[in-house]
């Protein structure tokens, strides 16, 4: 990175940072500091909810697996809208009546104590891996930027994070989202607009597109009904929709934010911007993805995306090996370079089947290149698609551009971390902490343990982040494990919303059998991570229902 780089990512987070703790008000109360007095319009919370999503791995992530896979990952979306509608009509009324600090609250004064802890405590697991995911995407691009080991910038990103989100409430939270939004989408944009100029003169956008759709990048639905296939239409609109609802029904990081907006209706309204405006941005990254892929059919791609890796073969004792593998590769680089300019010239089946052959024999090189690095490295699970758009932006974009997309990213995970450690905190105080040990404690008190639960909450999620980087696609890997948790819990909040007889004994087991169950699914088969959004939630919702004629037990109605 250059000097004017540098400049723009410095001035940009002093920017997000200080206009945050600005707007900061009222934060020495634990409404203000957990949910802005509910004062929030519901605009700004929209693209908060947004923003909370749309992290460092929403980019770095998202693209990599558009890069490798292509358009498919959108139909994960494809519940999404549907989901929205549903808890607009249905948990949201129900929060905002209640007055709640945490979505788990709600659970105690419909069942009991053990249903509330066991649910927040399900949040602070899943939520806190999750984060450290989060953690890790920019720690990548860190890496390669300034040439630090791996663990050295995940230290650097959590230890900051954290010490932000310690000083700032919500409401500087939420404000920093909107910021983010703006810079992510700007700078998004304008990559895309860099990667078609980078096109060669006589390839349209049209013609790259199509000869990304010969080996299947452009895909984007499958209708297959296979529970074992990862992305379909069913998978992500049965699938997707009940993973959806768990998230933003039953996940407080989620709840909170909309808890945070003046009324029911601004809170409906926040939910929908995202309903509406998800998609459409998802496909914008992914596609971001696949032109990175043409933009690398004509233009030599590094065979490892993760210099450091490359540095290692080619340093070490694997050099010969690795020099063999990179003049095969530059050779097959080439040849498919040759049949991708047929493709876009002519359009036939013949030179689309002559490039997708090409294509395999460059995957095949890079697949063992990629074991080659396993090897070498002891690491076997290693996969450099998150390297992807990282090394891309530092080598291929134009000064000052380099700047904004890595300021954006950064801006991302400060963002997106922030609201994700202030809701483990609100749920560590208020369902723990407040509930079990100091129950008529100061508001200056609260707020005080609200700063060590950060603290400790940022230093669990930088541990995690030091392996997550190794564990595939991130933005595949933080939703598999949002799965084990988000079907169960949601199972909860149908009993708890749309049942009256079920009472507290019929939910705690049966919150227990449908996690069991999930695990169960999730180790002993082979159905997609996505379809366990709904075994947790049908089992929930099943057994509890069942065991309330086995356990009759009175009731406890909330309105």
């Known amino acids: ?41 519901w605009w700004a919370v929209g693209l908060s909810v947004m923003a909370t999503q749309l992290s460092a791995i929403t980019l770095v992530g998202t693209t990599g697996q558009g ?32 007055k709640v600090f945490t979505a788990y609250e709600y659970l105690e004064r419909r069942f009991d104590p053990r249903t509330r802890a066991l649910t927040s405590l ?24 300034l040439g630090w080991s791996l663990p050295a910038t995940v230290l650097l990103i959590g230890v900051t994070t954290t010490i932000y989100s310690m000083v700032g409430g919500v409401q500087a939270v939420t404000w920093a989202d909107v910021k983010q939004m703006a810079v992510i989408v700007g700078g998004v944009l304008a990559t895309v607009v860099v990667l078609i100029l980078g096109l060669p003169d006589n390839v349209s956008v049209a013609a790259a597109l199509q000869t ?34 768990g998230y933003f029904g039953a996940d407080q990081s989620q709840v909170q934010r909309y808890l945070t907006a003046k009324s029911v209706n601004e809170a409906r309204s926040s939910l929908l911007m995202s309903a509406y405006v ?121 000064i000052g551009l380099v700047g904004l997309m890595i300021a954006a990213i950064l801006a991302a995970v400060m963002s997106t971390v922030a609201a994700e450690l202030n809701s483990l905190s609100t749920a560590t105080i208020i369902d723990f902490y407040k509930r079990h040990f ?15 639960a950060t ?33 169960s819990l949601f199972g909860i909040f149908v009993l708890a919303i749309g049942t009256k007889r079920v009472g507290a004994n019929a939910a705690f087991i049966a919150l227990l059998v449908g996690m ?15 379809w366990q959004n709904v075994v947790g939630t049908v089992v929930v919702t099943a057994v509890g229902v069942a065991l309330s004629y086995v356990l009759p037990e009175e009731p406890k109605v909330v309105a």
């Open 212 to 245: 990304a759709g010969a080996v299947g990048r452009m895909q984007a639905v499958d209708f297959t009904f296979d529970v074992t296939t990862q992305y379909t239409f069913w998978s992500g609109l049965i699938g997707g929709m009940f993973l959806a609802m």
């Open 1 to 41: 990175m250059q000097y004017l780089d540098w400049a723009i990512v410095v001035a940009y987070l002093f920017w997000v940072i200080s206009d945050g703790i600005r707007r900061t008000k009222n934060t020495h109360e634990v409404e203000g500091y957990f949910l802005a007095n509910r004062s929030l319009p």
């Open 122 to 145: 399900l949040f602070l697991v899943s939520r806190c891996l999750a984060c450290g995911v989060v953690i890790s995407a920019p720690a990548v691009i860190l890496s390669i930027v």
């Open 516 to 530: 069991g169950t999930v695990a169960l699914v999730g180790f002993a088969t082979d159905v997609s991570w996505l």
């Open 455 to 487: 603290a400790v909450w940022g230093t669990f999620a930088t541990i995690v982040a030091s392996y997550a980087t190794s564990l595939g696609a991130l933005i595949v890997v933080v939703n598999q494990i949002g799965s084990y948790f988000y079907g």
């Open 67 to 98: 890069y490798a896979d292509g358009l498919a990952f959108v139909q994960f979306y494809f519940g999404l809208p549907l989901a929205m509608i549903v808890l607009c009509v249905t948990v949201v009324p129900f929060f905002h009546r209640a």
């Open 438 to 452: 100091r129950k008529d404690a100061s508001e200056r008190h609260y707020l005080r343990a609200s700063w060590v």
């Open 278 to 398: 998800k998609i459409p941005l998802q496909v914008l990254i992914l596609l971001t993805g696949v032109l990175v892929f043409c933009y690398y059919l004509y233009t030599p791609p590094p065979m490892l995306f993760n210099p450091k890796h490359e540095r290692v073969l080619a340093e070490g004792p694997a050099t010969g090996e690795y020099r063999a593998l990179e003049a095969e590769f530059a050779s097959a680089f080439e040849r498919r370079r040759a049949a991708a300019l047929s493709v876009a010239s002519t359009r036939s089946e013949a030179d689309e089947a002559a490039f997708a052959a090409a294509e395999a024999d460059v995957k095949g090189i890079r697949d063992r290149a990629l074991r080659l690095v396993r090897e070498t490295t002891g690491d076997r699970d290693y996969s450099d698609v998150n390297y992807v758009f990282p090394t891309f932006v530092l080598t291929q974009l134009p």
